[in-house]
């Protein structure tokens, strides 16, 4: 039997994140970002109903806040994966959160251009986007930290 200096054999092995280039960079929230500013230049009111299913009805509104939850959880699962350092991921949802709360702050007082932003429906956004951020760091510094300290008595 064959053990090393320390008693233990401890074997990590680190693999390629599966998403690959430029695009594993990019937040998520990004096109739920996108997807609001499309649905909110073409859709009149966000809160009529838009999809009828027996006697549940979503709306606009409804719809969007479903897929960014899904979103935020996906978010989450890129970063998620032990022995794999996803910081700058993580990071980059944070920046997407504080970019949304940045826009929120500004049209709340009243900067011009920025009207489209300080309603309830972004604020969500951007909440629901915030949240998934912090959670994302957490989740990738317990996976590193795990990742780090197998090994260790």
């Known amino acids: 039997m064959h053990e090393n200096s320390q008693g233990s054999s401890a074997n990590l092995e680190f693999h390629q994140h599966k998403m690959g280039g430029v695009l594993r960079y990019?937040?998520?929230f990004l096109y739920i970002f996108i997807l609001y500013l499309i649905g909110k230049s073409v859709i009149a009111d966000p809160r009529a109903p838009l999809i009828a299913l027996g006697a549940y009805q979503l709306s606009w509104v409804e719809v969007l806040y479903l897929v960014a939850a899904i979103v935020a959880v996906f978010e989450q699962m890129k970063v998620s994966h032990p022995g794999i350092d996803n910081t700058l991921?993580?990071?980059?949802?944070?920046?997407?959160?504080v970019l949304q709360l940045l826009l929120f702050v500004l049209a709340a007082?009243?900067?011009?251009?920025?009207s489209v932003f300080n309603n309830t429906e972004f604020l969500m956004l951007?909440?629901?986007?915030?949240a998934a951020a912090v959670v994302a760091v957490l989740i990738n510094a317990r996976t590193l930290r795990r990742t780090i300290?197998?090994?260790?008595?």
């Open 26 to 28: 990019v937040p998520v």
């Open 89 to 97: 991921e993580a990071l980059l949802m944070v920046g997407m959160g």
């Open 109 to 114: 007082a009243n900067v011009k251009g920025l």
């Open 126 to 130: 951007m909440v629901i986007s915030l």
């Open 149 to 153: 300290g197998v090994g260790d008595n």
